[in-house]
């Protein structure tokens, strides 16, 4: 809510910070004085936050003693016990009235002085960044990032800031040690990429409107040389630690400063790119004989990249000895081949000009991986053995970045089982992300029995569970018996690590059962139950997109069906996944997702009267019964209104009447029936007709569900025929057809109001008295809504002109 007190008092104190005279100078002082107190004593959060947004104000008037004041200030926060309204705030109110939330707001204060003491600025940001609350380090990063990003305005402003900030952030951190350089890495990377970037942008706005401009930087300002600086630095950095991914990202970084927006017709502007990228590619070279096959990946990528989109003859002639320097490592190549999923794989000219040739580039990793297969013989057995231990370093997110280099240790374990059982034994460690492969090519070869007895001896250490049952994942010889030993024994394990196992072997067998292996659905249902006793429902972010699931579902009965729903009660929200579950029992019965979707409801219900009972309404991880919003279900469900209105309507209570329409009742009905369908309408008339009169009380909750859409006009006229005069059911009508939904300008209310009144004017003129008399009523409130809306936005135009110091005869 805003504090119009504080706002107009904000408002005022802008007007007077530019005012010389000695008489505002004291009263600003006086005011300084008291905000500085607040902030070095009070616990009251809503003094300290109104005294922060005040500062804000008095930044540029004082801009001296700000960024002192607020570092003493997030330094000595934390500590007190901050109260609300005079008393200690409650839990349930602390993720929004925190320590925390107040040390973000500082971060807001010196945005109007951040190039005036820029090293105290950054001291003060990156002692925030240091937090350990993610989202407080989090806003001091985007801040950072702010500072260190072009201003089109303020570039080229009067007067003009140039490359002034970008400049003297790059000697800020030019002058750590290296050892704190180091530390602060990650955020000196994310910085420089916005100073190195080759566009700029500069925005200005009014009380109407907000005008954005976008262009490229120029070389002048001092660009060119804290492009150098920033450089030298990011090489700097490179050179610190032999980390791969810190060297791959400071390649990122580098590559940044190799881009350009677009070319330029000055030539001291082409000059300085083509410079940058000239030094880049320099850099890359001589890194190229020495460093990690990962970085060389990265580095021919990013020589590729400056290739393709060369600017310049120099630029072209760079990228080629980068690549020259590739072509000279020998193992790379090997490399590229079975790991390289960011390499180049063919003739740079070639693939330059034709798309044609990047298709052929898998198919001839492919036969390379195989040609690799057939030269391993005694004599170079421990140079592959070697080889394949450095190519196990290769990481990512995803292994499925790696398929060459998985089929190729798949292929190697079945031809060479004997080197297959040597990596995984004892370099257990270095091959654990490609475990899978290997055990899947000893399956399939002549020492298969070797290999059931090293994935037994994991499983009794309850080990590599999850992996061994992704081993199973085969067409043909499934191994059940084995694929059960792994449920039992994931099952002894209450970690993360046994629930994957279990799931996993659901998901293998849930596929093998496609395949026509009937053995498989009891194994499914073994794990089914024993998830059920973790409550972990995640089991179907693994399965939901298994077509075998739904050919698994189909002969199931009604017990096994209902094993299934009781899986997946737990859930806390029902995604797309779930809804993918459910919709393949509903196929079969939708009766019984129904009776699953009202358990939910009930539930809700029964933990929002807890909750409220306990005064602790805060949940990060709250349940959510119902999605606001269904993508399979609603087909299967829209066909049976009648049975989803009186499931819903058996749980409806007259003193849930008012918020029905906040409940998960209604947003199932809204879910299933998005529309106000004539259907629904229908069978809620049913209800209306009944007489009882919580019957109507649930007729008119669901249609407040659905408030504010032509389509309730009806159904509204024809409660009005029924309900007695200026009765409560004429609010909750009038509640209905007032609401708007999302509008927007100044006057939006105003126009969806005028809206609402032309749609019920007709009605005056109704053969049913009632609905006269309720046209009339209801007309009489919205206009006295529109003139009150419109007051409202007219004070809230004329507030923002006084903001931006609009004349009086300007529109």
């Known amino acids: 809510m805003i504090d119009l007190d504080l706002d107009l008092r904000l408002a005022a104190l802008s007007n007077l910070v530019s005012d010389p005279t000695p008489a505002v100078e004291a009263k600003l002082l006086a005011e300084m004085d008291r905000v500085e107190g607040v902030l070095n004593a009070s616990n009251e959060y809503d003094d300290i936050a109104a005294a922060l947004k005040v500062l804000t104000v008095l930044a540029s008037r004082f801009s001296f003693r700000v960024l002192p004041m607020l570092t003493a200030f997030v330094r000595s926060v934390p500590e007190r016990g901050l109260t609300w309204g005079g008393e200690p705030i409650i839990a349930s109110h602390r993720k929004y009235r925190s320590a925390d939330q107040l040390i973000r707001e500082a971060v807001d204060v010196p945005q109007s002085i951040r190039y005036i003491h820029i090293d105290a600025l950054l001291g003060f940001l990156l002692e925030i960044w240091h937090s350990k609350d993610k989202d407080t380090s989090s806003k001091a990063e985007r801040a950072l990032e702010s500072l260190a990003t072009f201003d089109l305005n303020l570039f080229y402003g009067d007067p003009p800031v140039g490359a002034r900030p970008q400049q003297e952030t790059v000697d800020y951190f030019a002058k750590m040690e290296n050892e704190p350089l180091l530390e602060h890495a990650s955020i000196v990377l994310s910085m420089f990429r916005h100073a190195l970037s080759p566009s700029i942008e500069g925005y200005t706005w009014n009380y109407s409107t907000v005008n954005i401009r976008h262009g490229g930087v120029p070389a002048g300002g001092g660009v060119a040389e804290m492009r150098n600086a920033a450089i030298a630095l990011l090489k700097r950095i490179y050179r610190l630690s032999p980390d791969v991914p810190l060297r791959k990202r400071v390649l990122e970084t580098l590559g940044v400063a190799t881009r350009r927006e677009h070319p330029s017709s000055d030539a001291q502007t082409s000059a300085m790119f083509d410079n940058n990228a000239v030094e880049v590619l320099n850099f890359l070279r001589d890194q190229v004989a020495t460093q990690e096959l990962q970085v060389v990946q990265a580095i021919e990528h990013d020589a590729y990249w400056n290739y393709y989109h060369s600017a310049s003859t120099p630029i072209t002639e760079a990228a080629l000895e980068v690549r020259d320097a590739v072509a000279q490592r020998a193992e790379y190549q090997i490399y590229k081949d079975l790991i390289g999923f960011e390499g180049i794989h063919g003739v740079w000219e070639e693939l330059k000009d034709s798309h044609a040739a990047w298709e052929d580039c898998d198919k001839a990793r492919r036969e390379a991986a195989e040609r690799y297969l057939q030269t391993i013989n005694d004599a170079n057995y421990d140079e592959w053995r070697d080889r394949i231990l450095e190519l196990s370093k290769a990481r990512s997110d995803d292994l499925a970045m790696f398929p060459i280099f998985y089929d190729f240790l798949k292929s190697l374990a079945q031809r060479l089982p004997a080197m297959a059982l040597e990596l995984v034994q004892d370099h257990e460690e270095r091959m654990q992300p490609f475990i899978i492969a290997l055990l899947r090519g000893l399956w399939a070869s002549d020492r298969a029995a070797e290999a059931l007895v090293l994935a037994k001896r994991w499983m009794a250490d309850r080990s590599k569970l999850a992996a061994i049952a992704k081993s199973l994942n085969v067409d043909q010889g499934p191994q059940f018996e084995l694929l059960a030993e792994i449920m039992d024994q994931a099952d002894r394990v209450n970690d993360a690590e046994g629930a994957a196992a279990i799931i996993e072997s659901m998901g293998i067998a849930a596929r093998l059962f496609g395949l026509g292996h009937v053995e498989a659905k009891a194994i499914f249902q073994k794990g089914m139950r024993m998830v059920a006793r973790r409550h972990d429902a995640h089991w179907v972010n693994g399965i939901w997109f298994n077509q075998d699931f739904r050919k698994l579902v189909e002969p199931m009965d009604q017990a096994e069906r209902a094993e299934v729903l009781a899986s997946i009660a737990s859930v806390r929200k029902i995604g ?211 003139v009150s809306e419109r007051q409202r936005a007219d004070g809230g135009v004329a507030l923002r002109k006084h903001r931006y110091v609009v004349s009086r005869d300007q529109p």
Request: aromatic share 10%; glycine share 6%; charged share 30%.
């Open 576 to 786: 797309y996944q779930a809804e993918e579950v459910l919709a393949a029992i509903g196929q079969t019965d939708p009766q019984a997702v129904l009776a699953f979707l009202m358990d939910r409801v009930r539930a809700e219900r029964d933990r929002e009267k807890r909750q409220n009972a306990d005064g602790d309404g805060d949940d990060e991880d709250r349940f959510e019964a119902i999605p606001y919003n269904l993508h399979t279900l609603d087909k299967l469900l829209s066909p049976m209104p009648s049975e989803l209105l009186r499931a819903v309507r058996a749980e409806f209570t007259a003193d849930e009447a008012r918020m029905f329409p906040y409940y998960a009742g209604a947003r199932l009905i809204k879910a299933v029936f998005p529309e106000f369908d004539p259907a629904l309408q229908a069978e809620l008339l049913s209800f209306s007709k009944t007489g009882h009169p919580t019957d109507m009380d649930f007729v008119i909750g669901v249609v407040r569900t659905y408030g504010g859409e032509v389509s309730i006009l009806d159904i509204c006229k024809e409660i009005i025929k029924v309900v007695p005069e200026r009765s409560s059911a004429w609010n909750e009508v009038a509640t209905a057809l007032e609401s708007t939904g999302i509008v927007t300008g100044e006057y939006g209310f105003v126009q969806a109001y005028e809206t609402k009144r032309e749609e019920i004017a007709a009605w005056k003129n109704d053969e049913n008295p009632r609905v006269q008399s309720f046209a009339v009523w209801l007309t009489e409130s919205l206009d006295q809504m529109i």
